[in-house]
């Protein structure tokens, strides 16, 4: 997806998500991370946008770890958590496309990777506070819910823990859209590839938004139709833990 429509969709995310925790209320507790209110969401991810807003706007070219997270609850929270969006939105507008600073995943350039971890990161944490405010989330559009989940499978993916003795297969095949993925999982690092080759031991199917939902662990496995080798569906489950930057 391109960098600008990412941004667009970072715009969106963040209004909505602003909109959701006023409705919900802080000490709503958020139904994916249960003992978590929608505060610490708050909290965490403002923090978030300004640690990659300094990346960006300081040329950061090595890892440096996030500030502390921001004392602040109700009204004042939600503002100080559109005031740390508003700035990372202006960081990635305002950025030249040649832009050095450092990232974790592979991308076309260090803009585009910022634009679209931050677009579904907030993405993600605006479907938690909707659950916590109205009991489901809101859509999420399907070509953007895709995008989400090649990031997933051949980026993140490449840092978990996900491992079989017996070398598998993994397909992910949205309804909606004209993507399909395939993950090879062994004893070494699992590989994704966007393409369908050869047969799979496992698929899992559903809208563009239900794999979204499902593979970055919002929804369970029952949300989408899980066809040959369930344990494997499982194994994915159990093991596709991702570690922080």
């Known amino acids: 997806m391109e960098t600008d429509r990412l941004i667009k969709f ?3 995310e963040g209004q909505l998500l602003a909109a959701a925790a006023v409705e919900a209320g802080p000490e709503a507790p958020v139904p994916a991370f249960p003992g978590r209110q929608v505060r610490d969401l708050l909290r965490h991810i ?12 300081e040329g950061r070219t090595h890892y440096r770890p996030a500030d502390e ?6 009204d004042e929270l939600v503002e100080w958590f559109r005031e740390g969006h508003g700035l990372l939105v202006a960081a990635l507008s305002e950025a030249p496309a040649d832009v050095e600073c450092w990232t974790f995943l592979p991308a076309p350039s ?9 677009a579904h990161e907030t993405a993600l944490y605006r479907t938690d506070i909707e659950s916590a405010a109205a009991g489901k989330p809101g859509p999420v559009a399907p070509d ?15 840092r978990s823990r996900l491992r079989s003795e017996a070398p598998r297969a993994l397909r992910v095949r949205p309804l909606d859209t004209d993507d399909v993925w395939t993950v090879w999982i062994s004893t070494d690092t699992p590989r ?5 080759e050869g ?33 494997l ?12 930057p």
């Open 10 to 12: 970072l715009v969106r």
């Open 46 to 57: 403002g923090t978030v946008h300004r640690w990659a807003t300094a990346f960006i706007t």
């Open 69 to 74: 997270q921001t004392e602040l609850d109700g």
């Open 110 to 118: 260090p803009l585009a990777f910022w634009a679209r971890r931050q």
């Open 144 to 158: 953007f819910a895709a995008d989400g989940i090649a990031e997933l499978l051949t980026g993140f993916h490449g």
């Open 192 to 196: 994704a590839e966007p393409m369908e």
């Open 199 to 231: 047969p799979a031991d496992c698929e899992l199917s559903g809208t563009a938004e239900q794999l979204y939902l499902t593979l970055w662990n919002r929804l369970p496995l029952s949300a989408v139709s899980v066809t040959g080798d369930t344990e």
């Open 233 to 244: 569906a499982k194994l994915w489950r159990e093991q596709s833990a991702l570690t922080e």
